[in-house]
T-cell receptor, first 114, second 114 residues
């Protein structure tokens, strides 16, 4: 069974801090994704990666960056956290081949920026 | 970008009854994949059911089935014999046959009344 692990379930940070959210998957998936989930807005894609060191912007990349140095790990970075980045962050992974393959999600990180 | 619309922010159903959640999508592609995901409160998002656009037969997984109307671009989820454990947020998602990105609706919150 695929396991996607996010480093923290809950995180509280202060404005201006640099914040790292880590995600690790154990199924050798090529694709990894970072979403932000807000009530009434659903899931919005921040960034995704289809290979090591490769990344593509999603719908809301502003204020975020990502890093993928190893295939199993995909990090989301808030360069200078702001209160409007308070949200639930979901990491997901999927196979590159086989378009009918679903995404597998982590438990999410609820991030509060004070 | 493809658009996925879930027009019912909230739904409720009596235990043991049947409920249908609606989803429509906008695409010019002919080959794609559709998914329903379930997110229980404070728990991980999991796949409920998937449908390949090239298949005419509607997908079924135990008590969950879909009504896929390709011409109408509609993909509804039917839950039969509803159980308390079905209470969750349900998301409809679209994936192109030619890309890695998933597009999600804004979700429907389902309440199951004992």
């Amino acid at each position: 069974d695929v396991k996607v692990t996010q480093s923290s379930r809950y995180l509280v940070k202060r404005t201006g801090e640099k914040v790292f959210l880590e995600c690790v998957q154990d199924m050798d998936h090529e694709n990894m994704f970072w979403y932000r989930q807000d009530p009434g807005l659903g899931l919005r894609l921040i960034y995704f990666s289809y290979d090591v060191k490769m990344k593509e912007k999603g719908d809301i990349p502003e204020g975020y960056s990502v890093s993928r140095e190893k295939k199993e790990r995909f990090s989301l970075i808030l360069e200078s956290a702001s209160t409007n980045q308070t949200s639930m962050y979901l990491c997901a992974s999927s196979l590159f081949q086989g378009r009918n393959q679903p995404q597998h999600f982590g438990d999410g990180t609820r991030l509060s920026i004070l | 970008a493809q658009t996925v619309t879930q027009s019912q922010p909230e739904m409720s159903v009596q235990e043991a009854e049947t409920v249908t959640l609606s989803c429509t999508y906008d695409t010019s592609e002919s080959d794609y994949y559709l998914f329903w995901y379930k997110q229980p409160p404070s728990r991980q998002m999991i796949l409920v059911i998937r449908q390949e656009a090239y298949k005419q037969q509607n997908a079924t997984e135990n008590r969950f089935s879909v009504n896929f109307q390709k011409a109408a671009k509609s993909f509804s989820l039917k839950i039969s014999d509803s159980q308390l454990g079905d209470a969750a947020m349900y998301f409809c998602a679209y994936r192109s046959a030619f890309g890695n990105q998933f597009y999600f609706g804004t979700g429907t919150s389902l309440t199951v009344i004992p």
